[in-house]
């Protein structure tokens, strides 16, 4: 079995998809937003709630350009995230014992080996690595040396990428991965997500637990990371904010409070749909199957020594009966006694009987 334990919480087969509510900076650095957004995410029904922590010195250029949002602007992206990089670890501190204080799991994507240290003291319980330092390696490594889980997600990687830090996580000793199939556009057309990548990574890595982030913007009924649960994620990031209608592309692809809501209903009905491949008939259908099944009925008055004709039979319901599929094998046969029209048709009002299985 592929698992991982998250706090209290085992992720992975045979265990319901572990749902993180990506808050990212949609707090906009304000404490009271962000208590806000822990507890919504608490009542939600949500997993864990998740931040970013960066240092915009340390995460960009100053001239690095902007690369996400049509038409793009001039602006940087040091300028861009230079406007929600004010916490500091005080507030992360304070942050994380709030959100224990809500029973939620409390985690953060480090960007830097600073803010690593920050989470390993405050005794973060998994790491959750973005896309774009998937060949970060001296990020992975110190994220990986506090001994819990890692999340990875995969957008814009190659599966030989992949491949190569699945391997080195194992090589440095924390085998304690997750792969989230992720598509690295702001926003991801849905018909880019190619949500069949989900099963081919299960299949390509037995021993790795993989679920979904998903940068799209949500739809009313939330349909693809829904979907993502069927074909087997089992871990499910999407963004989220108080009010979609916030300036910022992030609040854009964001689910508010009662999406999220309505997202890990959805999660759980399909996870209880989803039940076992095996081809049963269930107790649920017993009844169906013998009242609403057919069998062999009288179409006609059929008097005592009538040759049987196709004429003289029908299907009708119930399916109590002999069943339509033996019909070929009563024509011909001899009435024994009088079958009156609409009853059913048995081997015993037949010459010869039932046949030998």
């Not at 953060?108 to 970060?136: H, R």
């Not at 992949?162 to 090589?171: A, F, I, M, N, S």
């Not at 037995?206 to 009924?221: A, E, N, T, W």
């Not at 693809?224 to 916030?246: C, N, W």
């Amino acid at each position: 079995m592929r698992s991982v334990k998250i706090g209290d919480s085992v992720v992975g087969d045979d265990a319901p998809a572990y749902i993180i509510a990506e808050a990212g900076v949609n707090h906009q650095c304000n404490m009271d937003m962000a208590r806000q957004m822990i507890d919504e995410a608490a009542a939600a029904g949500a997993d864990a709630i998740k931040f970013q922590t960066y240092r915009t010195e340390t995460l960009t250029t100053r001239w690095a350009p902007r690369y996400w949002e049509d038409p793009p602007t001039n602006e940087t992206q040091f300028t861009y995230f230079k406007k929600s990089d004010d916490f500091g670890r005080e507030e992360y501190e304070a942050l994380f014992e709030y959100a224990r204080g809500a029973e939620i799991e409390w985690l953060t994507t480090p960007f830097d080996l600073e803010a690593v240290q920050w989470m390993a003291d405050m005794g973060m319980a998994a790491y959750k690595i973005a896309s774009a330092d998937l060949n970060n390696w001296p990020l992975i490594d110190a994220s990986a040396a506090q001994g819990v889980p890692l999340i990875i997600s995969t957008g814009g990687a190659t599966l030989e990428e992949l491949h190569e830090t699945v391997d080195h996580c194992r090589e440095i000793g924390n085998p304690q991965l997750a792969l989230l199939h992720c598509i690295l556009s702001y926003p991801a057309p849905v018909e880019d997500m190619n949500l069949l990548r989900i099963p081919a990574l299960i299949e390509e890595f037995p021993d790795v637990v993989i679920g979904l982030s998903s940068h799209v913007i949500p739809d009313p009924c939330i349909t693809v990371p829904t979907a993502a649960v069927s074909l087997g994620s089992k871990i499910v990031e999407i963004h989220f904010t108080l009010d979609t209608s916030m300036e910022g592309v992030d609040h854009t692809l964001s689910v508010d409070p009662a999406m999220l809501a309505a997202l890990v209903n959805n999660i759980r009905i399909v996870e209880c749909a989803l039940g076992t491949p095996d081809v049963t008939v269930l107790p649920c259908e017993e009844s169906a199957r013998k009242y609403a099944r057919r069998s062999i009925i009288a179409a006609v008055d059929i008097p005592a020594g009538t040759v049987i004709t196709e004429a003289h039979l029908i299907m009708k319901r119930p399916g109590t009966g002999v069943s339509p599929t033996e019909m070929e094998k009563m024509l011909g046969r001899t009435a024994l006694r009088a079958v009156e029209e609409d009853q059913l048709v048995t081997w015993e009002d037949l010459e010869g009987g039932a046949p030998v299985q």
